[in-house]
Structures are given as C-alpha cells and as structure tokens.
C-alpha cells in the first residue's frame, strides 16, 4: 500500500517535469522579455530600460522582475522563481 503511494507520487513528479520542460534564460529572455527589451537588452520600448546599462543589484534585479515596476509586468505568477533566477542571470550577462 505504501509502496504504491510511493510509486504514484513519482509517477507524478515524473509526469509534470515532463510537461514542463525547464527554459534556459536565453530562452525565456528572448520569449518574454526582448518585445520591450530586445534581444540584447537595448530596445527601451514604453521606456524599458535598456539593460546593458543597467546598473541595479542581484537582488534589485530579483525582484523587478518578480514585481515589476511602472510599465515593466510583473512575473511572479508567470515564471517560477527558478525561472526568475536563470532570466536574471542572463540579464546580468548582457551586460558584458
Ligand atoms: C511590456 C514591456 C516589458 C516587458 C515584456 C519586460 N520589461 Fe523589463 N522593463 C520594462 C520597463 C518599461 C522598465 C523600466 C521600469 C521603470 O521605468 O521603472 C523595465 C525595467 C526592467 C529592469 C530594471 C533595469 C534597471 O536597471 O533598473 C529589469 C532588470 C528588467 N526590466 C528585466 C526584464 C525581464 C527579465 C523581462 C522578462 C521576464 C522583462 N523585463 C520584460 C518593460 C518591460
């Protein structure tokens, strides 16, 4: 019995990870973000910012995106905090 439990629980695990294949922060930059951004972070349309200059902090960064700010969208509910994260490194990278 608890082994069924067990196994019912990893199928389930199994099951979403497979609906939901984990987005590199390339690809979610680029799916979600370069229509105001840009693919480089340049583009400033409704006054983005353009983030290669960008000369916030980790944290800052964290969460402007988890929150948004003035015409950036918020994204807390539609990325996961994992995705938050990698999209921010990869913003970070722009820079360079
Ligand atoms: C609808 C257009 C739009 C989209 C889509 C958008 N942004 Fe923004 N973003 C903005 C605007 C506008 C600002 C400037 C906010 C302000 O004026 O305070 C901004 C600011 C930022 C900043 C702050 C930069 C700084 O130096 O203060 C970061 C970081 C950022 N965006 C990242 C992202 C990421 C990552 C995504 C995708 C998950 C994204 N944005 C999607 C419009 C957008």
């Known amino acids: 019995m ?3 439990i067990i196994l019912g629980a990893l199928l389930m695990v199994a099951c979403a990870t ?3 294949p984990e987005k ?3 690809e979610i930059f680029e799916n979600r973000c370069a229509k105001c ?6 583009k400033g349309l ?3 910012i353009n983030l290669k200059g960008s000369q916030i902090t980790d944290s800052e960064r964290l969460l ?7 015409l950036m969208p918020s994204w807390r509910k539609r990325l996961t905090e994992n995705e938050i994260r990698r999209v921010a490194e990869y913003v970070k990278k722009l820079k360079s």
Do not use: L
Not at 37 to 42: A, Q, R
Not at 64 to 70: D, F, K, P, V
């Open 18 to 20: 497979a609906q939901k």
């Open 37 to 42: 951004h840009g693919k480089d972070g340049t």
């Open 46 to 48: 409704w006054g983005a």
């Open 2 to 4: 608890k082994r069924q």
């Open 64 to 70: 402007t995106i988890s929150n948004g700010r003035r």
């Open 24 to 26: 590199t922060g390339k």
